[in-house]
């Protein structure tokens, strides 16, 4: 190639104007996106305004989170969700400590090992889990768990049918972020004679980290308010229970579907004042899920 052509000014493609009924046609986009945006934005803001003003009140009142229904009769202003709160902590946290380990060994095998009928067959079930409805989950447990095995109803119960809710959003969020790892890490440690196993704890899954919490607290946040579990499952008791696997067990969605049959002033402060509670506590997982994200991505 001569001098005379490398010295020759390189000329920028030319790009055409933009056509007016294209500017229409994204024009048009962007306020239909908009309105849908605001329309499903109503409801949303309905629910929360009508709980809140609802249940402030209940929630403001003196030991509404440090004591029970124990002895409260059906007409009293008194007492408060500390057992239900409590009873929702430990049955999510009980699905959790199942349901996490199971899905991200399921979400690292198919990202780091998929191959043949086996993961075809898991990605499968997976897919089938995410669309089962709560109510069937807690239908197989209670055939399986109390009808076959004649074990009582009780809150591990209402754990393993959250363990079938909680599985495929841990899979399907630990995947994703696993597949978000470059491929590039992986070839470098294996350059440097580093085994497969070795590759995947050391690097990928703390690369991936950040977003894997983000998805197992959302998927404890997606359980916390299921009610048929606990409806089909446990009993409702006014009193802490520490006993998981025998006994009945409240919780905030069970004591707001007791409480709604209630006809006193008092039963539906209790109701409204139990859903902006269980409200709070989803809220609060969701921003906690949020902030861990950004601290582990920030210290990376």
């Given at each position: 190639m001569?001098?005379?052509?490398l010295d020759?000014?390189?000329?920028?493609?030319a790009?055409?104007?933009?056509?007016?009924?294209r500017?229409v046609?994204?024009?048009?986009?962007?306020?239909?996106?908009?309105?849908?945006?605001?329309i499903?934005?109503?409801?949303l803001?309905?629910?929360?305004?009508l709980?809140?003003n609802?249940?402030?009140?209940?929630?403001t009142r003196n030991?509404?989170?440090?004591?029970s229904?124990k002895?409260?009769l059906p007409?009293?202003y008194?007492g408060?969700?500390?057992h239900a709160?409590?009873?929702t902590?430990?049955?999510?946290a009980?699905?959790?400590?199942?349901?996490?380990?199971?899905?991200?060994?399921?979400?690292?095998f198919?990202?780091?090992?998929?191959?043949?009928?086996?993961a075809?067959v898991?990605?499968?079930?997976?897919?089938?889990?995410?669309g089962v409805p709560?109510?069937?989950a807690?239908?197989?447990v209670?055939?399986?768990w109390?009808a076959?095995?004649?074990?009582?109803?009780?809150?591990?119960?209402?754990?393993l049918?959250?363990?079938?809710?909680?599985?495929?959003?841990?899979?399907?969020?630990t995947e994703?972020?696993?597949?978000?790892?470059?491929?590039e890490?992986?070839?470098?440690?294996?350059?440097l004679?580093?085994?497969?196993?070795?590759?995947?704890v050391r690097?990928?899954?703390?690369?991936?980290?950040?977003?894997?919490?983000?998805?197992m607290?959302?998927?404890?946040?997606?359980v916390?308010?299921?009610?048929a579990?606990?409806l089909?499952?446990?009993g409702?008791?006014?009193?802490?229970?520490?006993?998981?696997?025998?006994?009945?067990?409240?919780?905030?969605?069970?004591?707001i579907?007791?409480?709604l049959?209630?006809?006193?002033p008092?039963?539906?402060?209790?109701?409204?004042?139990?859903a902006l509670?269980?409200?709070?506590m989803?809220a609060?997982?969701?921003?906690?899920?949020?902030?861990v994200?950004?601290?582990?991505?920030r210290?990376r």
């Amino acid at each position: 190639m001569s001098a005379t052509t490398l010295d020759r000014p390189v000329k920028a493609p030319a790009f055409r104007q933009v056509s007016a009924s294209r500017k229409v046609r994204n024009s048009i986009a962007t306020v239909v996106m908009w309105l849908s945006f605001l329309i499903a934005l109503v409801p949303l803001g309905w629910v929360l305004v009508l709980v809140l003003n609802k249940g402030l009140h209940a929630i403001t009142r003196n030991g509404w989170f440090t004591k029970s229904q124990k002895g409260i009769l059906p007409d009293q202003y008194g007492g408060g969700v500390y057992h239900a709160i409590y009873g929702t902590i430990v049955q999510s946290a009980v699905a959790a400590v199942i349901a996490v380990p199971l899905g991200i060994l399921a979400a690292i095998f198919l990202v780091e090992y998929g191959r043949g009928w086996l993961a075809k067959v898991t990605t499968f079930m997976v897919d089938i889990l995410a669309g089962v409805p709560s109510i069937v989950a807690a239908l197989f447990v209670f055939a399986l768990w109390i009808a076959t095995f004649g074990l009582p109803q009780s809150a591990f119960a209402v754990s393993l049918a959250m363990v079938l809710l909680m599985l495929p959003v841990v899979v399907r969020s630990t995947e994703e972020m696993l597949k978000l790892v470059p491929d590039e890490l992986r070839e470098a440690s294996y350059a440097l004679g580093i085994p497969k196993w070795k590759t995947i704890v050391r690097i990928v899954v703390p690369t991936a980290l950040p977003g894997m919490i983000s998805g197992m607290l959302l998927a404890i946040a997606r359980v916390m308010g299921e009610t048929a579990p606990v409806l089909v499952l446990v009993g409702y008791s006014k009193s802490i229970n520490t006993d998981i696997f025998n006994g009945n067990m409240a919780s905030l969605p069970l004591m707001i579907y007791q409480e709604l049959a209630n006809p006193e002033p008092a039963g539906r402060m209790r109701v409204w004042g139990a859903a902006l509670t269980l409200i709070l506590m989803i809220a609060v997982l969701y921003l906690g899920a949020a902030i861990v994200n950004r601290l582990l991505t920030r210290n990376r």
